[in-house]
């Protein structure tokens, strides 16, 4: 009994943002693609050198945290889960090319309580 209820509640739940998302990247730019399940709005490409400004949304503990990335040429910022498949990768190239200071990633990781974090800041 146990067990055809584990299996109705997984087959319930709702799938990890890693099989439905990932980002992958080289030294030119980031791909951000849709393996299943969500929209076609979610499919991303940017170049390093594009990226303005970076933000690091905490999701809590129950969400994924989420990188806002403002761009040259864009209007809207580029949206990146780090629960994607790449996700975390994704932030630590961030980090090691410069985009987010230690200082400033340091803190925005261990952030629980729904903050963001941004660099540069909004009043440079």
């Not at 109705?8 to 980031?30: I, M, Y």
């Not at 630590?92 to 400033?104: N, Q």
Request: net charge neutral; hydrophobic share 40%.
């Amino acid at each position: 009994m146990l067990k055809r209820l584990q299996a109705w509640w997984q087959s319930r739940a709702r799938k990890p943002l890693g099989d439905l998302l990932v980002v992958e990247f080289d030294d030119a730019g980031v791909r951000v693609r849709v393996l299943a399940d969500l929209d076609a709005e979610w499919n991303q490409t940017f170049h390093w050198s594009d990226i303005t400004r970076v933000c690091f949304k905490d999701g809590g503990m129950l969400s994924s945290d989420v990188v806002y990335l403002s761009l040259n040429d864009r209007q809207k910022p580029a949206v990146v889960p780090t629960e994607a498949r790449g996700g975390h990768e994704f932030f630590g190239a961030l980090c090691d090319r410069g985009y987010f200071p230690e200082k400033v990633w340091r803190r925005a990781v261990g952030d629980t309580s729904g903050g963001l974090h941004c660099w540069p800041p909004a009043d440079r």
